[in-house]
């Protein structure tokens, strides 16, 4: 059985940066492809970026291209996001995400409050 | 990138109800079009995958058709426990992927 814990709650100023990791138990990274999805009190789903670990693969959408980051540790299975500069618009709650149709694999999900 | 627009953005059905959902993309992506189930507080539940494919333990009741840029979720007798909010997403280019806007469904 696969299971994804996210790490706690943050609060962080405007312009400060956050690091939210992802520790997948039961899982190889390998077999994925890992996602970092967010969402906004009462709003939709929001890809941030994603990474094929086999491949050494990593996309970001296009708002967020210059500003995050996302790793991957194999020997602990563990998966980063890092966003710089954050603003009031990012607080939301960041799920990883392991895809793999039929699979999906979605992690507790950690809230990040942007305030000053 | 590629763009998912669905709708209806919200709907309220009765319960032994159909409703149906579309997802159209802003390009061919083939089967790459997957459809999830949010309550919530609660992270997503993928219900469909490829398609027209149901997830193992998925009620029978959910039906996914579609190929290329135009797709469609088509919940027969809703149950109370449907209520949430429903997503497309697509993969066609992975890791990349894109959510379709959302679909709100509420039981009358």
Request: glycine share 10%; hydrophobic share 35%; proline share 4%.
């Amino acid at each position: 059985q696969v299971y994804l814990a996210q790490s706690g709650t943050e609060v962080k100023k405007p312009g400060s940066s956050v690091k939210v990791s992802c520790q997948a138990s039961g899982a190889t990274l390998n077999n994925y492809a890992i996602s970092w999805v967010r969402q906004a009190l009462g709003q939709g789903l929001e890809w941030v970026g994603g990474i094929l670990p086999l491949l050494g693969t990593v996309t970001y959408a296009q708002k967020f291209q210059d500003r995050v980051t996302i790793t991957t540790d194999d020997f602990t299975a563990t998966v980063y996001m890092e966003l710089n500069s954050l603003t009031f618009d990012d607080t939301a709650v960041y799920f990883c995400y392991f895809g793999g149709s039929p699979i999906d694999y979605w992690g507790q999900g950690t809230l990040i409050t942007v305030s000053s | 990138d590629i763009q998912l627009t669905q709708s209806p953005s919200s709907l309220s059905a009765s319960v032994g109800d159909t409703v149906t959902i579309t997802c159209r993309a802003s390009q061919n992506i083939a089967m790459s079009l997957h459809w999830f189930h949010q309550k919530p507080g609660k992270a997503p539940q993928l219900l469909i995958f490829a398609a027209s494919n149901l997830k193992s333990g998925v009620p029978s009741r959910f039906r996914g058709s579609g190929f290329g840029t135009s797709f469609t979720l088509t919940i027969s007798s809703l149950q109370p426990e449907d209520f949430g909010e429903y997503y497309c997403q697509q993969n066609y280019r992975p890791p990349s992927l894109t959510f379709g806007g959302g679909t709100k469904v509420d039981i009358k």
